[in-house]
């Protein structure tokens, strides 16, 4: 079992950053796959990001050269810098967890076995 915790959501204003953290109970950045996920009111869920076992990063096309996805020092905590954030970045932001290597899975929702409580992002002026 695998618990995520998330924390760094809030408001900030439209062209301003926020910092996403998601720690796992379970060291799973080296021997499975992370990811954040966000979905907005009466959206589907999309992807946002993944980290790979073996450290692959992968951020979906919408997000390239405004978000990055890393971890912290101790390889339990995902992070998710985001910049340059705009109005319909307005979601809530979901950290996903699976202790088995994603692959051309790490993208997809479905795969992912354990899902943390959300954290929500506004950017409003």
């Known amino acids: 079992q695998v618990r995520l915790m998330e924390s760094g959501g809030g408001s900030v204003q439209p062209g301003g950053s926020l910092r996403l953290s998601c720690t796992a109970s379970?060291?799973?950045?080296?021997?499975?796959?992370m990811a954040w996920f966000r979905q907005a009111p009466g959206q589907e869920r999309e992807v946002v990001a993944s980290?790979?076992?073996?450290?692959?990063?992968t951020i979906a096309d919408s997000f390239k050269g405004r978000f990055t996805i890393s971890t912290d020092n101790t390889g339990n905590t995902l992070v998710l810098q985001m910049n340059s954030l705009k109005p319909e970045d307005t979601a809530m932001y979901y950290c996903?967890?699976?202790?088995?290597?994603?692959?051309?899975?790490?993208?997809?929702?479905?795969?992912?076995?354990?899902w943390g409580q959300g954290t929500q992002v506004t950017v409003s002026s």
């Open positions: 379970v060291h799973t950045t080296t021997s499975g796959c």
């Open positions: 996903a967890a699976d202790t088995r290597r994603g692959g051309r899975l790490s993208l997809t929702a479905g795969y992912y076995n354990y």
């Open positions: 980290l790979d076992y073996d450290d692959t990063k």
